[in-house]
C-alpha cells in the first residue's frame, strides 16, 4: 500500500516491540552491583507501542557519594537529602515492572542492580531483560559503537542531561521511534525475540539450517523438500529475520502452511539494506516463490491526470500507464491497481476536504453545479458547486498531492552506486543506474568501459555531474520498475540513510569518442 515515500518519524513505538515495556535506567554509586548502591531511577512505561507514563525517584544510598560520580552524573549528596530508600520504592516500582518487559541500555547492568536492591530486601525478582546495546547491534550491524552517547550523536536526539536516568530512559525511547521508522514491525520483533528466546523451529527445519545463517544483511530463500522455492525475503540481519518467521506464524494461515514445508534455507550476503532491498525485489519478479506476493511484477501502473475544467477548478482522473513506455513526469503518483490509486484519493479527500465530484470519486454531469453528497456533510468546501474560489481549492489539492509528485531524476546521465560493508571493506557491490531505472550490477569498474561509461574523478551524492550517457542496446530494455524506484527514491535523496549504508555515487560520463574508438 502506498502511503508514503518518504520515510518520517513513528509517532508511537513499531507493534514489533513487546506489548508491554518498562524503559528503565539506574544511576549508581558505582559500577559494582552486589557493593555499589542505586542513587536514582527513571522508568517510562510502554503499552501497546504508547507512552503511557513517567516514573523518576532519587534514591538514599545509605553511602557515600563518590566525586567520580557526582561529576558524572551531576547528582550530589544535598539532592539526595530526604530521599527514600530502596525499600520506600520497592512495591512502587514493582507495581510497573510486573507483567512487562524491562529494557535498558546495557541490560545486565540495570538489572544486576535492581536484582541486588531488591535481594537485601528478601524480594525474589527474577526477569528476562531486553538490551537496547544488543538491539543496536543487531539491527545497525556497520556501526562500531552503540553506547547511548553514540546513539544520540547518531540520531541527532536531544538531551539535557546526560547520565541522569530519567533523561537516558528517554533516550532509549527516542531510540526506538527512531528504529521504527526504519525497520519493519517483522525484524524489531525478530530482534527483540531473539533475545528473550528462541523459537521453536518448524518440523522439517535443521537447527543447522539456522546456525548457518549470518548476522549482516542479505536476502534469504526458502525451499521445500523437493528444492521448490516458497518464499525470498531480505533483513539487515538475515538470521534473526528468519526466526522471526517462526514467532508469529500461528497467527496467519498463510505462514504456517510454509512453515510446515520449509526445509531449507539459503542466503546471499549484501554489504548493506540497500543491496538487499535491491536483490529482493529482482528475485522475486526473476524467480516467482510459491509465497511472495506484494512485489511481483505487474504490467501496467496507475497515475493521476490533473487538468483545470472550464472554472479553473482542478480535476483528477485515474489513468492507466503502460510501464513499457515512458512514464509522463507531469502526472502525480504511482499505485499498482485504480483501487489502490482511488482509496489514497479518498484518504486525501478526507484529509484536505477535497470534493468528490472534481476528484472523479461520484458520478455526476460536469455541468451540473448542485452541491455534492459531501458538501451536505460540510466535508467538501463547496468547489462543486461555487461555494469556494478555484485559487483556493486548487491551493488546498496542490498540498495534498505534494507528497506524490515524481521525483526528477537528479543526474543528466547514469550513475554508479557503489556499497560497502563498513564491518568488511573487501565485500562491496557496484549498481549501474539510470533515470530511476536499475540496469546492471557490475563486477568491476572495468565492466564501464564496455558500455562506453566512465566515472567522473570525485565521488558525489549531491551534485549533478557528467554527460549524456552512450547508449547500450543490451541495457535499452530495462523497463520502469516501481519496487525499484521506491527503494531508489528512499536511498538517493537521503544523505542519512546513504551515510548509515557507506553508500557513494559515482557520476558517470560518456566516454569521448577517439578515445572509445580506440578501446574497440
Same mark, same amino acid.
Given at each position: 500500500m502506498q502511503l508514503s515515500w518518504f520515510d518520517n518519524d513513528a509517532t508511537q513505538l513499531s507493534e514489533g516491540f513487546p506489548e508491554k515495556m518498562v524503559l528503565l535506567d539506574c544511576e549508581t554509586t558505582g559500577g559494582n552491583a552486589t557493593r555499589n548502591r542505586i542513587i536514582e531511577i527513571g522508568l517510562l512505561v510502554i503499552e501497546e507501542g504508547k507512552l503511557i507514563k513517567r516514573w523518576q525517584s532519587f534514591i538514599d544510598p545509605q553511602t557515600a557519594l563518590p566525586p567520580f560520580i557526582q561529576k558524572i552524573t551531576g547528582i550530589n549528596p544535598g539532592m539526595l537529602i530526604g530521599a527514600p530508600i530502596f525499600s520506600d520504592i520497592a512495591e512502587e516500582l514493582?507495581? +510497573?515492572?510486573?507483567?512487562?518487559?524491562?529494557?535498558?541500555h546495557n541490560a545486565r547492568f540495570d538489572y544486576?542492580? /535492581?536484582? !541486588?536492591? #531488591?535481594? *537485601?530486601?528478601?524480594?525474589? #525478582?527474577?526477569?528476562?531483560?531486553?538490551?537496547s546495546v544488543k538491539f543496536s547491534r543487531a539491527l545497525f550491524p556497520q556501526f562500531n559503537r552503540h553506547g547511548l552517547s553514540h546513539i544520540i550523536k547518531r540520531f541527532d536526539l536531544t538531551i539535557e542531561n546526560r547520565h541522569r536516568a530519567m533523561d537516558d530512559a528517554e533516550m532509549i525511547y527516542q531510540f526506538f521511534l527512531k528504529s521504527s521508522a526504519l525497520f519493519s514491525s517483522e525484524e524489531i520483533a525478530a530482534t527483540c525475540k531473539q533475545q528473550l528466546k528462541r523459537s521453536s523451529l518448524p518440523m522439517n527445519l535443521p537447527s543447522s539450517e539456522i546456525d548457518k545463517l549470518p548476522p549482516s544483511a542479505g536476502v534469504y530463500y526458502f525451499y521445500d523438500l523437493k528444492g521448490v522455492l516458497l518464499y525470498v525475503g531480505k533483513s539487515v540481519h538475515i538470521r534473526n529475520r528468519v526466526m522471526s518467521h517462526f514467532t508469529q506464524d500461528h497467527k496467519n494461515a498463510k505462514d504456517l502452511q510454509m512453515s510446515a514445508k520449509i526445509a531449507h534455507v539459503d542466503f546471499h550476503k549484501t554489504p548493506s539494506d540497500f543491496g538487499a532491498q535491491i536483490l529482493e525485489s529482482n528475485q522475486i519478479k526473476a524467480l516467482n516463490p510459491l509465497y511472495n506476493r506484494r512485489l511481483r511484477r505487474v504490467k501496467k501502473m496507475h497515475q493521476f491526470h490533473s487538468y483545470e475544467d472550464s472554472l479553473g477548478y482542478k480535476r483528477l482522473t485515474v489513468e492507466a500507464v503502460d510501464i513499457d513506455s515512458e512514464i509522463d513526469e507531469t502526472n502525480v503518483g504511482l499505485f499498482r491497481s485504480p483501487r489502490q490509486a482511488i482509496k489514497k484519493l479518498e484518504s486525501l479527500a478526507d484529509q484536505f476536504s477535497l470534493c468528490h465530484k472534481l476528484l472523479g470519486l461520484e458520478a455526476a454531469p460536469t455541468s451540473n453545479n448542485k452541491p455534492c453528497f459531501r458538501a451536505q456533510l460540510n466535508k467538501c468546501l463547496g468547489a462543486c458547486h461555487g461555494g469556494e474560489t478555484p485559487e483556493l481549492y486548487n491551493q488546498?489539492?496542490? *498540498?495534498?498531492?505534494?507528497? +506524490?509528485? &515524481? %521525483?526528477?531524476?537528479? +543526474? /543528466?546521465?547514469?550513475?554508479?552506486?557503489?556499497? *560497502? !560493508?563498513?564491518?568488511?571493506?573487501?565485500?562491496?557491490?557496484?549498481?549501474?543506474?539510470?533515470?530511476?531505472?536499475?540496469?546492471? %550490477?557490475?563486477?568491476?569498474?572495468?565492466?564501464? #568501459?564496455?558500455?562506453?561509461?566512465?566515472?567522473? !574523478?570525485?565521488?558525489?551524492?549531491?551534485?549533478?555531474?557528467?554527460?549524456?550517457?552512450?547508449?547500450?542496446?543490451? &541495457?535499452?530494455?530495462? !523497463? #520502469?520498475?516501481?519496487?525499484?524506484?521506491? /527503494?531508489?527514491?528512499?536511498?538517493? /535523496?537521503?544523505?542519512?540513510?546513504?551515510?548509515?549504508?557507506?553508500i557513494r555515487i559515482w557520476p558517470l560520463m560518456e566516454i569521448a569518442s577517439d578515445h572509445f574508438d580506440d578501446l574497440i
Open positions: 514493582l507495581q +510497573y515492572l510486573d507483567g512487562r518487559t524491562l529494557v535498558a544486576g542492580f /535492581i536484582k !541486588n536492591e #531488591f535481594a *537485601r530486601m528478601d524480594v525474589k #525478582f527474577s526477569t528476562k531483560p531486553l538490551c488546498r489539492i496542490n *498540498r495534498a498531492l505534494e507528497g +506524490y509528485q &515524481l %521525483q526528477v531524476w537528479p +543526474y /543528466i546521465g547514469p550513475i554508479l552506486i557503489e556499497e *560497502r !560493508n563498513s564491518e568488511d571493506p573487501e565485500q562491496s557491490a557496484l549498481h549501474l543506474i539510470d533515470n530511476w531505472r536499475y540496469m546492471a %550490477q557490475l563486477n568491476s569498474p572495468d565492466e564501464l #568501459f564496455d558500455l562506453g561509461l566512465q566515472t567522473t !574523478n570525485t565521488p558525489s551524492s549531491t551534485e549533478v555531474l557528467g554527460q549524456s550517457a552512450r547508449s547500450d542496446d543490451s &541495457l535499452a530494455t530495462i !523497463n #520502469f520498475d516501481l519496487d525499484i524506484y521506491f /527503494i531508489l527514491v528512499r536511498f538517493l /535523496i537521503d544523505d542519512k540513510r546513504m551515510k548509515m549504508n557507506n
